[in-house]
């Protein structure tokens, strides 16, 4: 069972900093250009600055200062907090997803309590790496889910309340959490922020103190109501292979949405895509497979080996790009279920990357953990 800690929590005093609307982000990985701009001219104290520097020495400094004029303020006592999000997905269908925020014990993949379910990029880890070097502080939470339960729902007023992007983020403070903390039971998955763990790993390789062996987590029950799992879509920017001989090809009539309906139809064992193109659109299904990473609709992109690929949550923008020729071609994927992430990851198995989209990302800025306990 993953090891969990209370702790002191970092936190903008909205009275000297602003409306937290200003104040928080997106995670670092989804922040595009024009939103980053944007982040950055909400507030000299949005988090963005801290989580998407020009370089690691400016987050360190502005976070040194932010702290000494009080705009981010120290819990004075350890605790956990309840995390309530409400919220519409790509689907139109109003959910809550309920969590606790703790700091989880570091594990090593395949030798502990903590197992991901995805693969990694190298070139990710490097900048976030220098950034936590730079910063003594985990500056955002990892989503993981546990095999427990959901916590209750809160009667009183949240300590923290946000609506950003969408999502309703309310946290409640709690000083006693040992009954809380006692229901994430289980071996965690990671189901967003492999990165972000795998950084914290080696970071904590590096000091080896009791405080940098935790990493600032948000556990999500896996049988929690709010708990949902969107697909990513690849666009091929490059020419796309010949999938003759390779897979059963089916013509397509009508949008992506009928389209998506067909690939909804096939069976969870048998990987399938849709593939889009400017003239047309094919269903394209393999056979049966055995193994829980063989059946994903994902796998079978990465036997493709597309070499020049974007991703995107959004059918339209799927459309849209390969309309306008910004792409060569769409690849839509159905999202795989709880049961197929818990199946991979307990296997000791990882998907390809961007398998699995968890909706919402967590917003960045609502709580921070500095090493100096």
Do not use: C
């Not at 963005?48 to 981010?72: C, K, M, Q, T, Y």
């Not at 690849?234 to 390779?246: D, H, W």
């Amino acid at each position: 069972m993953a090891r969990l800690k209370p702790f002191r929590a970092l936190r903008y005093d909205t009275a000297r900093a602003g409306p937290l609307e200003t104040l928080v982000a997106p995670p670092h990985d989804v922040i595009g250009g024009e939103e980053l701009e944007r982040l950055r001219a909400a507030s000299p104290w949005n988090i963005v600055h801290l989580i998407r520097p020009d370089a690691p020495e400016d987050a360190a400094r502005a976070l040194r200062e932010w702290r000494a004029s009080e705009i981010l303020v120290r819990e004075t006592s350890p605790a956990a907090w309840i995390l309530e999000e409400t919220f519409a997905g790509p689907d139109g269908l109003e959910r809550t997803r309920r969590g606790v925020v703790a700091r989880t014990r570091l594990e090593p993949y395949g030798a502990g309590d903590v197992v991901p379910h995805e693969r990694t990029l190298a070139s990710q880890k490097a900048a976030r790496l220098d950034l936590l070097r730079a910063t003594h502080t985990k500056l955002s939470s990892v989503l993981l889910l546990h095999e427990g339960d959901s916590p209750p729902a809160v009667d009183r007023e949240p300590e923290i309340e946000v609506e950003f992007d969408g999502v309703i983020s309310r946290l409640w403070r709690v000083e006693e959490p040992a009954e809380l903390l006692e229901g994430v039971r289980g071996r965690a998955i990671i189901a967003d922020g492999h990165h972000r763990y795998e950084t914290s790993l080696r970071f904590h390789e590096e000091q080896g103190t009791e405080e940098t062996a935790y990493v600032l987590s948000t556990l999500v029950a896996r049988s929690d109501p709010g708990l949902v799992i969107f697909p990513t879509h690849r666009l091929a920017l490059g020419p796309v292979p010949e999938l003759n001989g390779r897979l059963r090809l089916t013509p397509l009539t009508g949008g992506a949405s009928d389209a998506l309906e067909s690939l909804a139809r096939v069976p969870r064992d048998r990987p399938a895509f849709v593939l889009l193109r400017p003239d047309d659109a094919v269903l394209a299904e393999a056979g049966p497979e055995d193994g829980p990473v063989a059946v994903l609709d994902t796998a079978i992109l990465d036997e493709l080996a597309l070499p020049d690929v974007r991703f995107t949550a959004s059918v339209e923008e799927a459309e849209r790009a390969v309309r306008s020729g910004d792409a060569e071609a769409a690849f839509l994927v159905r999202a795989p279920t709880i049961a197929q992430v818990e199946a991979v990851a307990l296997a000791g198995a990882k998907m390809p990357e961007k398998s699995t989209y968890f909706f919402p990302k967590l917003t960045s800025g609502l709580l921070l953990s500095p090493f100096d306990e």
